[in-house]
């Protein structure tokens, strides 16, 4: 009997260890494509956008790029010239146009019938974005910030300047340190609390940048306006690109921005309006 119990045992954890080997199929409905359009005017680079698709959920490629659109720049409404497909990226559509501060601006995007990537055919548009002013960099520096356990100190880069007097601002400041983006952290100033101070000049501290440098390190960020619908957009899109999720855990909801179809269903993405400066800094020893 305890031979017979033996060999039952095994086999049964035989059984048990070959179920848990056996290959899970983990489908997800395939739907119609979608438009996704990604791009922004700036009042100091050439105005651009990306125009694709959405794709099955488990496609481990590049999204489809639509080649074939016809994309249309409005500015107050008024037509500012057509955007023509770029030479080297596929999907990207440029203008030599540069938008001005207290602007509003729109895309007009036509998807003709028989299309490449099979989309719906037909008109889409994107909300008008007003293009918000930006302050001037007084100075980029750096500042010592004394080890206060469990943080380690080190040198932060830090930001000196004058917040324009008026409500309603907000600047975004993607960071780059040793050319690598910081991608999962959304770093904006907001003048809720804050409007027309002037950050770096006594009693008010400069901006910190969160992040030490070591020596020979570089550091550079791009600041940019933007409006109060983008921030929310973007911090929803966040949320939903970085969670953790397991396999079994429903796919992140789409994000819908300030794309729509003609008739006002949502597509997605967004086209943004900014005022925009650079700066940077090298810690030398």
Request: hydrophobic content about 40%; aromatic content about 14%.
């Amino acid at each position: 009997m305890k031979e017979r119990f033996l060999i039952y045992s095994v086999l049964t954890g035989f059984l048990l260890t070959s179920a848990c080997e056996d290959p899970i199929d983990l489908k997800a409905p395939e739907n119609p494509p979608i438009l996704v359009v990604n791009g922004r005017v700036t009042d100091a680079e050439p105005a651009f956008v990306y125009v694709t698709t959405t794709a099955p959920y488990f496609l481990q490629q590049a999204t489809p790029r639509v080649t074939d659109a016809e994309v249309r720049l409005f500015e107050d409404g008024q037509l500012v010239g057509q955007m023509l497909p770029s030479d080297t990226a596929p999907g990207r559509y440029e203008l030599p146009f540069f938008g001005r501060v207290g602007r509003s601006y729109h895309l007009e995007i036509a998807i003709p019938t028989n299309n490449t990537t099979g989309l719906e055919a037909g008109l889409y548009y994107t909300l008008p974005e007003r293009l918000n002013r930006i302050f001037e960099l007084d100075s980029i520096f750096l500042e010592f910030q004394p080890p206060r356990p469990p943080f380690s100190g080190g040198y932060v880069p830090c930001i000196g300047f004058k917040e324009p007097e008026g409500a309603g601002d907000i600047y975004r400041i993607r960071r780059w340190k040793n050319d690598t983006i910081f991608r999962n952290v959304f770093f904006t100033i907001s003048d809720e609390f804050a409007d027309g101070f002037h950050f770096g000049k006594a009693p008010i501290p400069p901006v910190r940048l969160g992040t030490l440098l070591e020596p020979q390190d570089t550091f550079w960020i791009e600041i940019t306006s933007i409006t109060a619908r983008y921030d929310k957009y973007l911090r929803v899109l966040l949320d939903q690109t970085f969670r953790s999720a397991g396999a079994f855990a429903p796919p992140a909801a789409p994000v819908h921005g300030n794309v729509y179809y003609a008739d006002g269903r949502n597509a997605l993405g967004y086209f943004s309006a900014s005022a925009i400066r650079y700066a940077g800094i090298r810690r030398k020893d």
